[in-house]
């Protein structure tokens, strides 16, 4: 169990936190509040094709990396581990309470996005105020929405065409 990474886990995983990164800091979508990207549905896509601790790293870093250059600084350190938990969330249900249901990645990306809604709602809190997280907080809802629905899309298309059968990397046990 104490594997260590090999040079594929590596280079597949800083692909991943690569498009991650791009799909967050490249596609934005003006909302209400602020923005939404593309950048969850690809922490979601990546999670399935690569398992949860590869997933998991490849969303904490790429975000990360978007809010380093995106002048979202504060945000650096919450959003590696606030988009990790959302990511370990989703695997868990993906490989191991309901891996046996195709709708696995589905019920784990509802509930790692529910996660990830209240924990960047909390952490406003302190950093601004109540109110401040409180207005911020349909934007988190649609942006996580929109990450869900377009992955959710894509990945039925990469299954009808047999890609994630064909290039879905095994979840180590």
């Given at each position: 169990?104490?594997?260590?990474?090999?040079?594929?886990?590596?280079?597949?995983?800083?692909?991943?936190?690569?498009?991650?990164?791009?799909?967050?800091?490249?596609?934005?979508?003006?909302?209400?509040?602020?923005?939404?990207?593309?950048?969850?549905?690809?922490?979601?896509?990546?999670?399935?094709?690569?398992?949860?601790?590869?997933?998991?790293?490849?969303?904490?870093?790429?975000a990360a990396l978007a809010d380093a250059l995106g002048g979202y600084t504060q945000y650096i350190l919450p959003t590696f581990f606030i988009?990790?938990?959302?990511?370990?969330?989703?695997?868990?249900?993906?490989?191991?309470?309901?891996?046996?249901?195709?709708?696995?990645?589905?019920?784990?990306?509802?509930?790692?996005?529910?996660?990830?809604?209240?924990?960047?709602?909390?952490?406003?809190?302190?950093?601004?105020?109540?109110?401040?997280?409180?207005?911020?907080?349909?934007?988190?809802?649609?942006?996580?929405?929109?990450?869900?629905?377009?992955?959710?899309?894509?990945?039925?298309?990469?299954?009808?065409?047999?890609?994630?059968?064909?290039?879905?990397?095994?979840?180590?046990?």
């Amino acid at each position: 169990m104490d594997k260590k990474f090999s040079a594929k886990d590596l280079t597949v995983t800083a692909a991943a936190a690569a498009l991650v990164f791009l799909t967050t800091y490249t596609f934005k979508i003006p909302a209400p509040s602020g923005y939404t990207h593309l950048g969850d549905c690809m922490i979601f896509i990546s999670v399935l094709l690569l398992g949860t601790k590869r997933g998991a790293l490849a969303g904490g870093i790429g975000a990360a990396l978007a809010d380093a250059l995106g002048g979202y600084t504060q945000y650096i350190l919450p959003t590696f581990f606030i988009k990790a938990i959302m990511a370990v969330i989703m695997g868990v249900f993906t490989y191991k309470l309901l891996k046996d249901k195709k709708s696995g990645w589905f019920v784990g990306a509802l509930i790692g996005g529910a996660v990830q809604i209240f924990l960047y709602t909390v952490i406003k809190i302190p950093m601004y105020d109540l109110a401040y997280a409180l207005v911020r907080l349909p934007g988190n809802i649609l942006q996580t929405g929109t990450g869900i629905f377009i992955a959710s899309v894509i990945i039925a298309v990469l299954e009808k065409g047999g890609f994630i059968a064909r290039f879905r990397l095994k979840e180590p046990a």
